[in-house]
């Protein structure tokens, strides 16, 4: 009776040891998170330098609408 919980326990043990061990699906989803990480930054970056041309093209054209002198 002893032996076997011993052993069962044990097992459990190096299952566990593998399991720490083995990292072929952490890389996979850690490779996923930064990839969606990466792809959030490039959004972001471009909805604020869609903003920043968005406004030199208004300025530019309000200043060929109005006198050129003003400009």
């Known amino acids: 009776?002893?032996?076997?919980?011993?052993?069962?326990?044990q097992t459990l043990w190096f299952d566990m040891k593998s399991r720490m061990r083995g990292?072929?699906?952490?890389?996979?989803?850690?490779?996923?998170?930064?990839?969606?990480?990466?792809?959030?930054?490039?959004v972001a970056g471009a909805a604020v330098l869609a903003g920043a041309i968005n406004a030199r093209?208004?300025?530019a054209s309000?200043?060929?609408?109005?006198a050129p002198s003003s400009c």
Do not use: K, P, Q
């Open 1 to 9: 009776m002893l032996l076997g919980l011993y052993a069962r326990t």
């Open 23 to 42: 990292e072929n699906g952490a890389v996979a989803t850690e490779y996923v998170l930064l990839l969606a990480l990466i792809a959030i930054a490039i």
């Open 57 to 59: 093209f208004e300025d």
């Open 62 to 66: 309000s200043c060929i609408a109005t």
